[in-house]
């Protein structure tokens, strides 16, 4: 309430969103009452919802769940740059304390941070006090959450056990905590930064992939803290580290893929595995997936070597022809070869890297394909001078 307060005071133009999760019966309606009463008297938006979470094991976690989705549905309809939560310093400690105890590293010890993507927590640098003062002297309204009292949740235990203990022997304990996590943070900064500094020299931005070429003298750290910027987990970037990979092999996190190609790694993003086939009417020409531009020539007096450009006898052609992406077990007649073989050997052979074999396509007759679309055609429809008729396709960059 205070840092609603706060955001009215300064002219934001703010919104409030509020979820009764049902779960402390005459309390919860008490907490709604507040927030809409105040939103009507300063002319808020006011956005609400109900939650059912009475068959949830893990309650809090599914409350955080069920808001931020509910957050994130009022900001997509609303055109809304901004959440901003209330999280202040004792929640920070609170957060340090927890991750401690559960072995978190530099990141987790930094505690709760300022800004997350498009999430604002500017009420971090206030104690609860500090608030509660500001909210009796300018008599903003609030309610006490009951729920508070119970020790049965960890973040409760450590608030109403631990840290109440501690500030009996030190008093002066938030204060040093505070100190001790904003230097965390700034420490924080300061490895990523370093960090940059180290593995920019090994990477290459290609397209919207990275390729990366990796010094055994890095640190596997600076791996981590660079990988997991990519959703990847400890387990994952450690393992891969350690073990020898073949070209070809590789590791996804949510919505990216780290792939072996040869002496290098290539992270790129996750591509929609589903096969698209497209048609080509005869004479048509088309952008997409892929520009091509296609044209019956007649008589072909030279044959330009060139291999954005496939010639083929015009007779043997069904149409509409197919274009796709290559699929393992697809088989070419390459020109000049005698007998068919397998397009990833010809891609191999080629030396396509992992990342361009993924965007490889074929053109197909009669289910059969007739080029390995910019780097061979079929044998069986190849021209010569005395062909009569000629269908030429061009690779258009």
Same mark, same amino acid.
């Given at each position: 309430?205070?840092?609603?307060?706060?955001s009215?005071?300064?002219? @934001?133009?703010?919104?409030?969103?509020?979820?009764?999760?049902?779960?402390?019966?005459?309390?919860?309606?008490?907490?709604?009452?507040?927030?809409?009463? !105040?939103? %009507?008297?300063?002319?808020?938006?006011?956005?609400?919802?109900?939650a059912? #979470?009475?068959?949830?094991?893990?309650?809090?976690?599914?409350?955080?769940?069920?808001?931020?989705? !509910?957050?994130?549905?009022?900001?997509?309809?609303n =055109?809304?740059?901004?959440?901003?939560?209330?999280?202040?310093?004792?929640?920070?400690?609170? *957060?340090?304390?927890?991750?401690?105890?559960?072995?978190?590293?530099?990141?987790?010890?930094?505690?709760?941070?300022?800004i997350?993507?498009?999430?604002?927590?500017?009420?971090?640098?206030?104690?609860? +006090?500090?608030?509660? $003062?500001?909210?009796?002297?300018?008599?903003?309204?609030?309610?006490?959450?009951?729920?508070?009292? *119970?020790?049965?949740?960890?973040?409760?235990?450590?608030?109403?056990?631990?840290?109440?203990?501690? @500030?009996?022997?030190?008093?002066?304990? &938030?204060?040093?905590?505070?100190?001790?996590? /904003?230097?965390?943070?700034?420490?924080? /900064?300061l490895?990523?930064? @370093?960090?940059?500094?180290?593995?920019?020299? !090994?990477?290459?931005?290609?397209?919207?992939?990275?390729?990366? *070429?990796? $010094?055994? $003298?890095?640190?596997?750290?600076?791996?981590?803290?660079?990988?997991? =910027?990519?959703?990847?987990?400890?387990? /994952?970037?450690?393992?891969?580290?350690?073990?020898?990979?073949?070209?070809? %092999?590789?590791?996804? +996190?949510?919505?990216?893929? @780290?792939?072996? $190609?040869?002496?290098?790694?290539?992270?790129?993003?996750?591509?929609?595995?589903?096969?698209? *086939?497209?048609? #080509?009417?005869?004479?048509?020409?088309?952008?997409?997936?892929?520009? #091509? &531009?296609?044209?019956?020539?007649?008589?072909?007096?030279?044959? &330009?070597?060139?291999?954005?450009?496939? !010639?083929?006898?015009y007779?043997?052609?069904?149409?509409?022809l197919?274009?796709?992406?290559?699929?393992?077990?697809?088989?070419?007649?390459?020109?000049?070869?005698?007998? /068919?073989?397998?397009?990833?050997?010809?891609?191999?052979?080629?030396?396509?890297s992992?990342?361009d074999?993924?965007?490889?396509?074929?053109?197909?007759?009669?289910?059969?394909?007739?080029?390995l679309?910019?780097?061979?055609?079929?044998?069986?429809?190849?021209?010569?001078?005395?062909?009569?008729?000629?269908?030429?396709?061009v690779?258009?960059?």
């Amino acid at each position: 309430m205070v840092t609603l307060d706060l955001s009215r005071k300064i002219g @934001l133009n703010i919104a409030v969103a509020h979820v009764n999760y049902q779960l402390r019966g005459e309390e919860s309606e008490r907490d709604t009452k507040i927030v809409k009463t !105040y939103c %009507k008297k300063h002319s808020i938006r006011f956005h609400y919802t109900k939650a059912n #979470l009475n068959q949830v094991d893990n309650i809090q976690t599914a409350a955080r769940d069920f808001r931020y989705h !509910y957050f994130s549905e009022i900001i997509q309809e609303n =055109n809304i740059d901004f959440i901003i939560t209330a999280h202040h310093q004792n929640d920070d400690h609170e *957060t340090f304390l927890l991750n401690a105890i559960r072995g978190s590293g530099l990141n987790g010890l930094k505690g709760i941070p300022e800004i997350r993507s498009n999430i604002l927590r500017p009420a971090l640098q206030f104690n609860k +006090s500090q608030l509660k $003062d500001y909210a009796l002297k300018n008599k903003v309204p609030f309610g006490e959450d009951s729920s508070n009292a *119970t020790s049965k949740y960890d973040r409760n235990y450590l608030r109403n056990k631990v840290i109440s203990s501690l @500030l009996n022997r030190f008093p002066h304990m &938030e204060k040093g905590l505070t100190n001790s996590i /904003q230097s965390l943070k700034k420490d924080h /900064q300061l490895l990523l930064y @370093l960090i940059d500094k180290i593995i920019t020299p !090994y990477i290459v931005k290609k397209e919207n992939a990275i390729v990366i *070429t990796p $010094d055994k $003298d890095i640190p596997n750290h600076c791996w981590y803290y660079f990988l997991k =910027n990519y959703g990847f987990n400890y387990a /994952q970037i450690s393992n891969w580290i350690k073990k020898e990979r073949q070209t070809g %092999k590789f590791i996804v +996190s949510t919505n990216f893929r @780290l792939i072996k $190609d040869r002496q290098t790694w290539i992270l790129a993003p996750l591509q929609d595995p589903s096969s698209i *086939t497209y048609y #080509l009417k005869e004479n048509q020409s088309i952008t997409n997936p892929i520009h #091509l &531009e296609c044209s019956s020539i007649g008589n072909l007096m030279k044959i &330009e070597k060139n291999e954005k450009i496939g !010639y083929f006898t015009y007779e043997k052609l069904i149409f509409p022809l197919t274009i796709r992406k290559w699929r393992k077990g697809d088989k070419i007649h390459p020109l000049g070869m005698k007998g /068919q073989k397998k397009v990833s050997d010809i891609l191999i052979d080629n030396k396509i890297s992992s990342l361009d074999k993924e965007n490889i396509y074929v053109l197909i007759s009669n289910n059969e394909i007739i080029w390995l679309i910019g780097i061979c055609i079929n044998e069986k429809y190849k021209v010569n001078r005395d062909n009569n008729s000629v269908y030429e396709v061009v690779l258009k960059s």
